[in-house]
């Protein structure tokens, strides 16, 4: 069963647009909300993270959005960038045990 | 060392045969992981292992699947017999009990089996 379920699967979007996606979890055990960063060839890196307490958290051009009742966030990226094309992972951590969405594949066209 | 070293970066061996993959976590990091990762796919979960504390072995596929941790050091992930179903990156992380911001991933071993 997959605990973190995460859309779309891949996007494309234009340099400077929007890119947005979207995570939904069901156990409400989770208290650690990261986004990860996938280059080919390369493991993922963190890239944000926000803790349940706080509906918004900001870095730079990357913005987590959090609904707790809803059991949902979203990663947006403002302004896109050829350079963030890339495979981001949401997750969601309970103490240590983390549980990784499906990823999306992200390709921003200059 | 300062980030999470795995090793070998690829592998290529034959079906049938026994492999090694070594992960060397983050100086300090009391926990670590094992995931598979298939071709455009997720991270599917492996093993966990905390401290001393007996790991977390529910994601391993099956038998032919083990890993071996001494304490807090370097992890080994063994499989058995290959089958070409085996292919994938094998992604090692490891995070400290201090915060989970510093999980961190090693850049995976890619294991081809033919």
């Known amino acids: 069963q997959q605990q973190v379920k995460q859309s779309p699967q891949s996007l494309i979007v234009q340099k400077g647009g929007i890119s947005i996606i979207n995570c939904a979890y069901e156990?409400?055990?989770?208290?650690?909300f990261p986004w990860y960063q996938q280059f080919p060839g390369k493991g993922p890196a963190l890239l944000i993270a926000?803790?349940?307490?706080?509906s918004e958290k900001k870095e730079g051009r990357f913005t987590i959005s959090f609904n707790k009742s809803a059991k949902q966030f979203s990663l947006h990226i403002m302004d896109s960038q050829p350079g963030d094309s890339a495979t981001y992972f949401c997750a969601a951590a309970t103490g240590n045990q983390f549980y990784f969405g499906t990823g999306t594949s992200l390709t921003v066209i200059p | 060392g300062a980030g999470v070293s795995q090793s070998p970066s690829n592998k290529v061996t034959e079906k049938g045969k026994d492999v090694e993959l070594r992960c060397d976590p983050i100086?300090?990091?009391?926990?670590l992981y094992w995931y598979r990762q298939r071709l455009g796919q997720g991270l599917e979960f492996l093993i966990y292992f905390q401290g001393n504390s007996a790991p977390d072995k529910s994601g391993l596929p099956s038998d032919r699947f083990s890993a071996e941790r001494t304490g807090e050091s370097v992890s080994t992930l063994t499989i058995q017999r290959t089958q070409q179903e085996d292919s994938a990156v094998y992604l090692c992380?490891?995070?400290?009990?201090?915060?989970?911001?510093?999980?961190?991933f090693g850049s995976g071993t890619r294991l081809t089996v033919v």
């Open positions: 926000i803790r349940p307490d706080v």
């Open positions: 100086s300090g990091h009391t926990a």
């Open positions: 156990n409400t055990a989770f208290d650690y």
């Open positions: 992380a490891s995070s400290s009990h201090r915060g989970r911001d510093g999980y961190t």
